[in-house]
């Protein structure tokens, strides 16, 4: 079995998805499974319009040249036409729920037109529980039929080096790391807000930006916690783990996630996490940090204050967790449930 993996994403600022994607052509690889990576270096996918002719055009013709037996979409769209089976990954359907501040066209086309394509895969595979039974409903609700029977659950990894990386206690300048896009659903202003109420703490936020970031900029300039607020953007791995290595504590406010790819960095990275009681950071976390309201601010400050006046106990929990966390979002098993996952597409 030959398979095409849709790899376009990890180019240029790979997010989760770019991390998710290289995560999962090593771990196939790993299990002998032949996989093609499907890319073209020209295209930047993070432009809307190269996206759209990627999905729809280049990436079916790359598969037919490659003479791939199953074509694996993993970044949550698929072409109208394909000449082989179809395995596609859906790590959520925010477009659907919560971008309406986005542009129409993108709304359309990663949310309606997408959720359309997803009756003609083969197998569908989602990041958790709460993502399945999200796309069921915002099917239903759309009068999409989906089989629940072609649905699996695979939990992303996380990746040998973060779990492989040292901790180094910055005790002189603690700071509270947010990972992940800066975009409204992130909820990345709950923590500037925060900052006002925790004097002793720095906010540093990495990932890509978008206008929100201007927002929360200028939040952070009227609450006077400017100089405590630090946006680093899209960083190399490196600078990432180093960060991950000196953090006092990772925060996940987001409203909406799919699976939450900040929180299981954490965990496997042995940082202490405070993370939103919403969507599937529950089910990812597993009771294995304490959770807040997104929007309550007294929960976020309090939490976060705790840890930093009790470091050494947050360290050890951290600590203690460290290793069933690693297991849990293992890229093996990810593998090995997204290979059963080929083979069904086939029968």
Not at 150 to 175: E, L
Not at 190 to 208: I, K, Y
Request: charged fraction near 20%; glycine fraction near 8%; include cysteine.
């Amino acid at each position: 079995m030959r398979v095409g993996l849709d790899t376009q994403l990890t180019r240029g600022t790979a997010t989760g998805i770019g991390e998710y994607v290289a995560g999962l052509k090593a771990a196939l690889e790993r299990r002998g499974v032949a996989v093609v990576a499907l890319a073209n270096g020209r295209f930047d996918p993070w432009r809307f319009d190269r996206r759209v002719l990627w999905d729809q055009a280049l990436l079916p013709l790359a598969a037919a040249r490659a003479r791939v037996d199953v074509l694996h979409c993993a970044s949550g769209t698929m072409p109208l036409l394909a000449n082989v089976p179809i395995v596609t990954t859906v790590h959520d359907v925010a477009w659907l729920r919560v971008q309406a501040h986005s542009k129409r066209y993108a709304r359309a086309y990663f949310g309606a037109f997408a959720l359309a394509r997803y009756t003609h895969a083969r197998r569908i595979v989602v990041d958790s529980l709460f993502s399945r039974d999200e796309l069921l409903a915002t099917a239903a609700d759309a009068a999409v039929a989906l089989d629940p029977a072609r649905i699996d659950v695979a939990y992303p990894g996380v990746a040998s080096d973060v779990m492989a990386n040292p901790r180094a206690r910055d005790d002189d300048a603690p700071f509270v790391l947010a990972v992940g896009t800066v975009e409204p659903r992130k909820n990345l202003a709950v923590l500037v807000r925060a900052l006002a109420g925790l004097p002793t703490l720095r906010l540093v936020s990495v990932g890509p930006p978008t206008p929100y970031v201007d927002a929360c900029r200028a939040l952070a300039g009227d609450l006077g916690v400017a100089e405590r607020f630090e946006v680093r953007g899209y960083v190399a791995r490196a600078q990432l783990l180093e960060l991950y290595a000196r953090a006092l504590v990772a925060a996940v406010p987001s409203r909406y996630e799919g699976f939450g790819y900040g929180a299981a960095q954490a965990l496997c990275a042995g940082v202490p996490l405070v993370a939103a009681d919403a969507t599937s950071l529950p089910e990812v976390i597993a009771g294995s940090a304490p959770l807040v309201a997104p929007d309550d601010l007294g929960g976020w400050i309090e939490a976060l204050a705790t840890i930093a006046a009790t470091r050494d106990v947050a360290e050890s929990q951290a600590a203690g967790i460290r290793a069933a966390a690693c297991a849990r979002f293992a890229w093996s098993t990810c593998a090995a449930t997204i290979a059963g996952a080929y083979a069904r597409a086939l029968t």
